[in-house]
């Protein structure tokens, strides 16, 4: 993988990319509705909008990179690092990146960073998210259940002390 899968820093440029990668994430839930193509559109937008205000205010610091597969952007991977935590907030891929093991070799990355430096490992997970079996099969648990989110960690390994939520 490490031969063709790169990170590299978010630009401004990046933009229009980065919410046809948000979109193509509520592509089937909105699919669900009865809205016009417009409506998805300003919809999409709109929360896109809000969430990287939200990931920007809450998440100084916070590394926001495109994930690039032989060159090409195939999605984006954002994580955020604390003294005793690395937080996945978010890591989407394309859908035609998807299945290929990149979201696994990018997390198995972030594992093997976090304990050499005894950190632990967090992520929000939608309940639904298909994503939560390779979670769970990659060994995060359930910290706490936060309505539509379940908030999962991965302790470092040789870690003693219990995981926070």
């Known amino acids: 993988m490490e031969e ?22 509520r592509a089937e839930e909105l ?9 998805v559109k300003q919809f ?11 990931y920007e205010a809450h998440y100084p610091g916070a590394q926001f990179q495109v994930i690039l597969v032989r060159g090409e952007p195939a999605g ?7 003294e005793r935590e690395i937080r996945i907030m978010d890591i989407a891929l394309l859908p035609q990146f998807r299945r290929q093991r990149i979201g696994s ?8 960073d976090a ?3 005894q950190k632990e490992v967090g992520i929000h997970v939608e309940i639904y998210n298909p994503a939560m079996r390779l979670y ?14 379940l ?4 302790r470092p390994e040789g870690a003693l002390n219990p995981p926070t939520g």
């Open 31 to 39: 699919a669900l509705t009865n809205w016009t193509q417009d409506q």
């Open 76 to 82: 984006r991977f954002y994580v955020h690092t604390t």
């Open 4 to 25: 063709f899968v790169h990170l590299r820093p978010i630009s401004p440029e990046d933009e229009p990319f980065l919410l046809q990668v948000y979109a193509s994430t």
């Open 151 to 154: 908030y999962m960690v991965r």
């Open 105 to 112: 070799w990018l997390i198995k990355r972030i594992f093997q």
């Open 115 to 117: 304990d050499r430096n």
């Open 136 to 149: 769970e099969r990659l060994g995060f648990t359930k910290a706490a259940d936060r309505g539509v989110y």
């Open 44 to 54: 999409v937008q709109m929360q896109f909008s809000a969430q990287k205000q939200y």
